[in-house]
């Protein structure tokens, strides 16, 4: 699995004109699901992405994770992560999960980090087309993959 992970002041995702979710500070989550991901890849992100310390102390040092700065999180599938662009100019998508797959492993995400964080967590539609509007904090933007733990 693969994560472009925001922190933000806020974010949305909006699809057919009708706002799916919404968060106010926190991160927003783009994940990608690989054709080999499992559950572990899902368990390894969760207890990684909780107990990032990206979010500012009282010194505006980054020192406090999501836990605990009470943040939230909103998660959007973004299979295009995984497209390749190693031959000609338009993306493979070869190396993504089959939706169905992809789509198991998302909600499985999902759950587990409302588990970790103790609340619901909004999301997109997957497989829908979505516009998602952010306000970046920082800008902070990572990158994580369950596959590339060194990254």
């Not at 992100?45 to 107990?51: G, H, N, P």
């Not at 700065?69 to 998660?75: K, P, S």
Request: hydrophobic letters at 45%; charged letters at 25%; glycine letters at 8%.
């Amino acid at each position: 699995m693969r994560i472009v992970l925001q922190r933000v002041r806020r974010a949305s995702v909006t699809v057919e004109g009708k706002i799916t979710g919404a968060i106010g500070p926190g991160l927003l989550l783009l994940l990608g699901v690989g054709a080999d991901d499992t559950t572990a890849d899902a368990q390894w992100l969760v207890e990684k992405i909780v107990r990032l310390r990206i979010f500012p102390d009282a010194e505006e040092k980054m020192n406090l994770s999501l836990l605990d700065c009470d943040g939230e999180a909103l998660v959007v599938s973004q299979f295009t992560l995984f497209g390749s662009l190693k031959k000609g100019n338009r993306p493979s998508f070869n190396r993504s999960a089959p939706p169905e797959l992809a789509r198991e492993l998302y909600a499985e995400f999902c759950r587990q980090l409302s588990v970790a964080l103790g609340k619901p967590v909004p999301t997109g539609i997957f497989g829908a087309m979505m516009e998602v509007q952010l306000l970046n904090d920082g800008p902070v933007t990572l990158i994580l993959d369950s596959h590339q733990r060194d990254f």
